[in-house]
């Protein structure tokens, strides 16, 4: 019996285990088969090549399933917040369009500097075909600016040129859907225009690139109110503004009880959190950007203004805004609504701290009097332009300035006028310099020719100024189809023989101390009779007779130095410029490589940059002869690598 009972358990124990190893992993539940698919360490090919294996692993790994779907939410994440929570998407042809719009992207942005690339820098030129390629995709918008941005958020100090050229076309992206955004806005009732939504609209778009939202700033200006709130409970706990909810639209009526709003407003707005007028750096372009209002906690007073009047009714206290001459202020009635007496308002200002002052007084304030009509309160729309009109001025003013031009002020020239013309698109002085300023820098001659098309239609008066700006935009549009070869600098040529340094080295400016990069030079100077004379080259021990080096300088310029002025750096470091990308590929330690646009131009110069950086900075570093490759003294562009990176296929 024992032994029967023994036998019996063996061959039953054999079958058991003869079972489980006729289980194959395609025999296990749905569930166990997906939570394995999903594991972190299997990508987008491995989960293709399991679901082609066989039926069963190829039901498992459905398009709308969790296996797709985690693998798309592991390789984009931030496109996650454009999908309702457990939304049912076709996940596997959301990757497959998302993986290809990918590679066209990186394609475009690759061939953009080869098409686009010039020795002198020149704001704004990456306009016209290259944007309507990325438009012509025809794929979502946040597919095309997701793979921007992972191209940006890459290995800071490589691949310069392909995110030099990200950058812009993502900032065309967002500029583009900011100004649809201001004209949906514009079309809206007055009376439900927000000065703050507008004052917004004007920041995201000349920085299309910071995280600025309505709701952030909505945000940080209730925490504005709150305390605001907490210091009036103390003054008047029965006060009707403690009694008011967030988003909730009322009006204070009584008098005394809006004073005591504006004075505790005052307490906290100006002595709690230390707001004031920017009076030692008033002409900065960051005092009319609201979020750098409330960061910086300083402005200018129609930027205060805004704030303010915006502060102020949440609380219940209606102000309305004053275009006043060269001070921007609110104005607070204190009569009967409706009162066209400018005696019955008080008149705040904003810039000073909250100070009321009378109609006189208002008049002491820019020192001559005004008629009746500049105490009048304007529209949102009005406020919006001088808004922008004063970015307008200060980008003009920066431009006047500079001996030597920054990018910075002709951005931000362009961006207001993009904007002035959007709020009042038939202002035909604006729009004609707009037309000079594309002009001046030979970009956009299409959008020349429309803008001018346009001023003629609105003032024939100016066929003068338009008949001589329409000739010369079609000759550059000739000049465009047939370009000139770019000259070829070899530093082994005869007359080139004084030249002590090359690009990519990172320099300093014996006499003004700045740090800079070299991005070209030439063997003599050659600018013109009236720089030399300006710049006092003549002063010079070589004077004008020596090489110039065209340099990114630290402080955004770019300018040309003498060879004598110049020296080695230290201790070089990267040069925070925004052209650096245009010129090189990658910073390397202690220097610049660059790019294969700049290699042509200057073949000898990688090789020399190299042997100098040895000799300066790494005696031990192996000589240029050894680190030469086919692609060149550094191997292949990270440009071309990141591209080959990014070419695995898409198996269906």
């Known amino acids: 019996m024992a032994t029967s009972g023994a036998g019996d358990g063996c061959s039953s124990m054999n079958g058991f285990v003869s079972e489980i190893e006729q289980k194959q992993f395609t025999d296990l539940p749905a569930e166990l088969l997906e939570y394995i698919l999903c594991f972190p360490v299997l990508k987008h090919v491995d989960i293709c090549n399991v679901s082609c294996s066989c039926k069963r692993l190829h039901d498992v790994c459905h398009g709308r399933g969790k296996v ?95 995110k030099y050229y990200a950058k812009k076309i993502l900032y065309f992206l967002r500029q583009k859907n900011i100004l649809r955004s201001l004209k949906m806005f514009l079309e809206q009732p007055a009376e439900q225009q927000s000065a703050l939504e507008g004052a917004l609209l004007v920041d995201q778009y000349c920085n299309p690139l910071a995280d600025v939202s309505l709701d952030g700033i909505s945000s940080q200006l209730e925490e504005i109110t709150d305390k605001v709130k907490k210091m009036l409970r103390i003054k008047n706990p029965s006060h009707p503004s403690l009694r008011v909810t967030q988003g909730d639209c009322f009006a204070v009526d009584d008098f005394d009880l809006q004073r005591q709003v504006v004075v505790t407003l005052n307490a906290v707005l100006y002595e709690q959190l230390q707001y004031k007028g920017n009076e030692c750096d008033y002409y900065n372009p960051l005092n009319s950007y609201i979020h750098q209002v409330l960061l910086r906690r300083t402005g200018i007073p129609i930027s205060l203004s805004v704030l303010y009047m915006t502060l102020a009714r949440k609380l219940g206290v209606q102000l309305e805004p004053v275009n006043f001459p060269n001070h921007f202020l609110l104005r607070w009635c204190q009569q009967q609504r409706g009162s066209g007496d400018i005696y019955d308002f008080v008149y705040i200002d904003a810039f000073g701290k909250g100070k009321q002052l009378t109609a ?293």
């Open 360 to 652: 006189k007084e208002c008049e002491y304030l820019i020192g001559h009097q005004v008629t009746a009509d500049y105490y009048n309160a304007i529209s949102t729309t009005e406020v919006l332009l001088r808004m922008v009109g004063n970015l307008l001025n200060i980008g003009k003013r920066g431009i006047s300035s500079l001996r030597e031009g920054n990018e910075k002020s002709y951005q931000l020239l362009r961006d207001s006028l993009d904007l002035y013309l959007t709020i009042n698109p038939d202002n035909v002085q604006y729009l004609l310099l707009q037309a000079r300023l594309y002009f001046h820098l030979g970009i956009w001659p299409e959008k020349v020719l429309d803008i001018l098309q346009h001023i003629q239609a609105l003032d024939p008066s100016q066929h003068g100024a338009v008949g001589y700006l329409v000739q010369h935009t079609l000759e550059h549009i000739q000049h465009k189809k047939h370009p000139v070869e770019p000259e070829v600098k070899r530093r082994s040529a005869p007359e080139h023989l004084e030249l002590q340094y090359s690009v990519g080295l990172i320099m300093k400016h014996k006499r003004s101390g700045y740090n800079c990069a070299i991005y070209g030079w030439d063997p003599k100077c050659t600018m013109s009779q009236e720089w030399i004379t300006t710049m006092r080259v003549h002063q010079l021990s070589s004077g004008a007779n020596q090489p110039f080096y065209n340099v990114l300088v630290q402080d955004g310029t770019c300018r040309y130095a003498a060879q004598e002025n110049l020296e080695p750096h230290s201790a070089p470091l990267e040069i925070a410029h925004p052209e650096v990308g245009r010129y090189f590929s990658e910073f390397h330690d202690s220097h610049y490589v660059a790019n294969e646009e700049l290699q042509t131009r200057y073949p000898e110069d990688m090789a020399e940059t190299l042997g100098t950086v040895r000799d300066l900075y790494h005696r031990l570093m192996p000589s240029p002869v050894q680190q030469e490759s086919p692609n060149g003294p550094e191997g292949p562009s990270q440009e071309n690598q990141d591209s080959q990176e990014n070419q695995d296929t898409m198996p269906t």
């Open 68 to 162: 797709w779907g985690h693998q798309y939410k592991l390789r984009w994440p931030r496109l996650q917040k454009h999908y309702r929570q457990n939304e049912c998407c076709d996940w596997q042809k959301e990757y497959r369009t998302r993986h290809t719009v990918g590679l066209q992207i990186r394609r475009t942005v690759v061939s953009i500097s080869q098409r686009f690339f010039t020795e002198v820098p020149c704001v704004g030129q990456v306009l016209g075909d290259s944007f309507a390629e990325i438009e012509s995709l025809g794929a979502p918008e946040h597919f095309c600016e997701d793979e921007l941005l992972s191209i940006l958020n890459s290995d800071r100090r490589k691949s310069l040129t392909l």
